[in-house]
């Protein structure tokens, strides 16, 4: 358990659908940050929240949001859901900024069908 | 975008061998990470290099930073099956960027 908890596990949804993950950083941890990973494109960064506020964006889509909360859970909103959307969605947290190494949560698989 | 290329791509080899790969960029980083990512699971950090010219050990991975702090190498030796997984670097910098990783599996 590496302290980042991310749920749900697996999500299988149909196009055009929205869908919501959760991601609860380590105990102590204020920055969180988003990553998509698919098979052909890698780890790609989405966001990064610190201590509530939006720190970075990077390849998010328009149909995507995030948003942190005052108990430093954040939550990715994913929305008029394509195939193209199916892959895993990873949680990181780290104490501070982003030079730091990160610990991760084990993701969640979404399947857009 | 600060891009981190890895290389090789995939590696297939026997326990007991030793090997060695790549994070190379075009530029400079602050600090270099690597992690190790298992099939299913997220990554996990394994080292965090800073220095330019620095090596880490961590039993038998041993990690340099380039001096340029450009690039980076990990090197196994002896590897066992339960170094199988995906090995990736990550710039310390405000691009967030991963490279694409190298798929490492040891054959028993």
């Known amino acids: 358990d590496s302290g980042v908890t991310q749920t749900p596990k697996h999500l299988i949804t149909a196009t055009g659908q929205r869908v919501t993950l959760r991601c609860s950083p380590r105990s102590g941890d204020l920055s969180v940050y988003w990553y998509q990973q698919s098979l052909d494109q890698g780890l790609q960064f989405l966001i990064q929240?610190?201590?509530?506020?939006?720190?970075a964006k990077g390849n998010i889509l328009e149909r995507f949001s995030a948003q942190q909360f005052p108990d430093l859970h954040s939550e990715l909103n994913l929305s008029s859901l394509e195939l193209g959307d199916s892959a895993l969605y990873f949680c990181a947290s780290s104490v501070g900024g982003q030079g730091v190494g990160y610990t991760f949560g084990s993701g969640t698989r979404l399947t857009v069908v | 975008t600060q891009l981190l290329e890895q290389s090789p791509q995939f590696l297939s080899i026997q326990e007991g061998e030793n090997l060695t790969v790549y994070c190379n960029s075009s530029s400079v980083f602050s600090s270099l990470q690597w992690y190790r990512q298992e099939p299913g699971e997220g990554p996990v950090l394994l080292v965090t290099?800073?220095?330019?010219?620095e090596v880490k050990k961590l039993k038998r991975l041993t990690f340099q930073f380039g001096d340029a702090r450009k690039d980076s190498s990990l090197h196994i030796t002896a590897a066992q099956p339960g170094d199988t997984g995906l090995y990736l670097c990550k710039g310390g910098s405000e691009k967030l960027v991963f490279g694409k990783g190298t798929k490492l599996t040891v054959n028993p």
């Open positions: 290099v800073v220095t330019g010219g």
């Open positions: 929240y610190y201590n509530g506020e939006e720190r």
